[in-house]
C-alpha cells in the first residue's frame, strides 16, 4: 500500500517549510561575478525550499510546488499512470513516484530534452514531446493513456519580458495540447504558466475539455515570480 508521506507540522507538513529559520548567508561581491549573479546566489542559498531539497533528498525546491499542489486539489493517487513533461532534473518525478508507485500498479514515464539521472521506478525518455514518436512511446510504457499529465516545463529566457511571456504560453498550450491527444477519460493536467495576458486562450481551451480548471501559486513558488500552476481534472474524452 502507497501512503503519502508526511513531515509533521499544518498542512501536512509543507506549510511549515517556508517558516524553517538559519543563519542568512551572504555572498561578497567579486570581480568575476556579476550582480545579477551574486543576488542569485544570495536568494538560493537562503532559500528554505532549497535546504528543505536538500535535506529530504529532492532534487530541486520545485518538488514541493507539486506536493503542495497535490496536498491542496489530490490529483496523485496510488497505482495511476503519470507523464512528466520537462522532468529534469527530477524533482517531480521523485514526487510522483513516491504517491502513485506500488508493488501491484502505478506508472511513471518522464520526458525531457535534457538528460536526466535515473529516478527508481520512472521510465524516461530523452525526446521532445512534441514529436510524432512521442505518445506512441509513452503508451507503449504505460501500457495505455495516462491518467495524470505534469508540467513544470519553462523555455530558456531572453530577458525580454512580452517576448518571454508569449514564448512560456506558448509552450504550455502546446503541453495543454498534447494532454489532450493523449489523457486516459476522466484524466488530469497540471501545468505552470506565467500571468500576464496571454493566458485566455489556454484556459478556453482547458475549459473545453475539462470539467474542472483551476489555479493555484503554491508557497513554494516565490513571491516575486508571476508563475502559477494550471489543475484540470475530470477530462471529458
Same mark, same amino acid.
Given at each position: #500500500? ?23 548567508? +551572504? ?13 542569485? !546566489? *544570495?536568494?538560493? !542559498? ?12 529532492? +532534487?530541486?525546491?520545485?518538488? @514541493? ?7 491542496? @486539489? ?18 517531480? &518525478? *521523485?514526487?510522483?513516484? $513516491? ?6 500498479? =502505478? $506508472?511513471?514515464?518522464?520526458?525531457? !530534452?535534457?538528460?536526466? *539521472? ?5 521510465? @524516461?525518455?530523452? #525526446? ?38 508569449? /514564448? ?5 498550450? #502546446?503541453?495543454? *495540447? ?13 501545468? $505552470? @504558466?506565467?500571468?500576464? =495576458?496571454?493566458? +485566455?486562450?489556454?484556459?478556453? #481551451?482547458? /475549459? ?16 516575486? &515570480? ?9 477530462? $471529458?474524452?
Amino acid at each position: #500500500m502507497c501512503h503519502r508521506k508526511k513531515s509533521g507540522g499544518k498542512n501536512g507538513g509543507l506549510g511549515d517549510v517556508a517558516s524553517r529559520r538559519r543563519k542568512a548567508v +551572504r555572498v561578497k561581491a567579486k570581480n568575476t561575478r556579476s550582480e545579477s549573479s551574486r543576488q542569485w !546566489l *544570495q536568494r538560493h !542559498l537562503n532559500d528554505p525550499y532549497v535546504a528543505a531539497a536538500q535535506a529530504e533528498g529532492y +532534487r530541486s525546491r520545485a518538488a @514541493f510546488k507539486l506536493l503542495q499542489l497535490d496536498e491542496k @486539489f489530490r490529483f496523485l493517487k496510488p497505482g495511476m499512470k503519470v507523464v512528466d513533461l520537462g522532468a529534469a532534473p527530477g524533482g517531480w &518525478s *521523485q514526487v510522483a513516484a $513516491k504517491i502513485v508507485l506500488n508493488k501491484e500498479s =502505478g $506508472k511513471i514515464v518522464a520526458l525531457d !530534452l535534457l538528460p536526466m *539521472q535515473p529516478v527508481d521506478g520512472v521510465d @524516461f525518455i530523452q #525526446m521532445d514531446f512534441t514529436s510524432d514518436e512521442a505518445p506512441v512511446e509513452i503508451k507503449a510504457l504505460l501500457d495505455g493513456p495516462p491518467d495524470i499529465i505534469l508540467s513544470d516545463m519553462a523555455p530558456n529566457t531572453t530577458g525580454h519580458a512580452s517576448t518571454d511571456h508569449i /514564448r512560456i504560453m506558448a509552450l504550455a498550450e #502546446m503541453a495543454a *495540447q498534447f494532454a489532450i491527444d493523449v489523457l486516459a477519460p476522466n484524466g488530469a493536467f497540471v501545468c $505552470k @504558466f506565467f500571468q500576464g =495576458g496571454a493566458e +485566455r486562450d489556454i484556459l478556453e #481551451m482547458l /475549459r473545453a475539455h475539462f470539467e474542472k480548471v483551476r489555479h493555484a501559486k503554491p508557497e513554494a513558488s516565490r513571491s516575486e &515570480s508571476s508563475e502559477t500552476y494550471l489543475v484540470a481534472q475530470g477530462f $471529458k474524452k
